[in-house]
Nanobody
């Protein structure tokens, strides 16, 4: 079992950057694929980015491709989401999620979730 805690959210102006972190407890973190999801007010939660257990492969939603980068450091049990060129439409609560399998874009396939961190991008 793994517990996930997000950090790094905040308020930033459009065009700015933030780096989110997802810290995991447990010795088997490297066994988990990790996804970042986000949920804006009044909208469904959506896939943002995912990374395989080894970190060799990454996946992105079209809306963030080229602006966001997901990475992981298994020695630190942490996954990062570097967000550049932020837009007001990126405003949402960001969640990281883990599953013992390949990356999925479907939130229902993740069994472990963090509490979320708020990202607000002002215009």
């Amino acid at each position: 079992q793994v517990q996930l805690v997000e950090s790094g959210g905040g308020l930033v102006q459009a065009g700015g950057s933030l780096r989110l972190a997802c810290a995991a407890s447990g010795r088997t973190f490297s066994s988990y694929a990790v996804g970042w999801f986000r949920q804006a007010p009044g909208k469904e939660r959506e896939f943002v980015a995912g990374i395989t257990r080894s970190g060799d492969n990454t996946y992105y939603a079209d809306s963030v491709k080229g602006r966001f980068a997901i990475s992981r450091d298994n020695s630190k049990n942490t996954v990062y989401l570097q967000m550049n060129s932020l837009k007001p439409e990126d405003t949402a609560v960001y969640y990281c999620a883990g599953r013992i399998a390949v990356v999925s874009r479907r939130e229902t396939e993740y069994g472990y979730w963090g509490q979320g961190t708020q990202v607000t991008v002002s215009s």
